[in-house]
């Protein structure tokens, strides 16, 4: 499950964290207010793809990622939404539309967006529809080394 690889990624490096659960919700903003969290503060992972490979754009559950803007941050000619057949075979052990933030666990090129790099906390999906971690933002980034990026 994804939920285990981010716990055991986490424990290897000594993070601290808090697993919450709660009924099933879907979308980033029903989740944030299910445990709580500002929405702002719920980091909502979208697969997309730049120049035809794949990557993780993260943002505030409050925004929405803009495409075109994206394109320009990179550098890229073409960022597309990617398919929902796409998201089994880059999260094989995850939900579809329950991605955890940790692109570098898949292989995957993470961009975040500087409104969620604001927040001291942030919670996100961990693979399931019914499970969120929260971390503090310092401990993602040193992580994951996201690039910082208009979105």
């Known amino acids: 499950m994804s939920m285990e690889r981010v716990t055991r990624f986490l424990d290897e490096n000594g993070v601290k964290y808090v697993i919450l659960q ?9 989740i944030a207010e299910a445990v ?17 490979r794949f990557a993780l754009a993260v ?4 925004d929405r990622v803009d495409l075109r803007r994206l394109a320009q941050s990179v550098g890229a000619q073409a ?17 579809p539309g329950a991605m955890p933030p940790f692109g570098n666990l898949f292989d995957l090129e ?6 969620l790099a604001e927040a001291d906390m942030i919670a996100f999906n961990a693979g399931s529809h019914r499970e969120v971690m929260q971390l503090s933002y310092s401990a993602f980034d040193r992580l994951v080394k996201p690039a910082e990026v208009a979105m």
Do not use: M, N, W
């Open 22 to 30: 709660h009924s099933p919700a879907y979308t980033a903003q029903e």
């Open 36 to 52: 709580h969290v500002p929405g702002r503060h719920f980091a909502k992972s979208v697969l997309v793809t730049i120049d035809g």
């Open 59 to 62: 943002l505030p559950a409050t």
């Open 79 to 95: 960022v597309e939404l990617a398919e929902e057949a796409d998201f089994r075979r880059c999260f094989p052990d995850g939900e």
């Open 110 to 115: 993470v961009f975040v967006s500087p409104h």
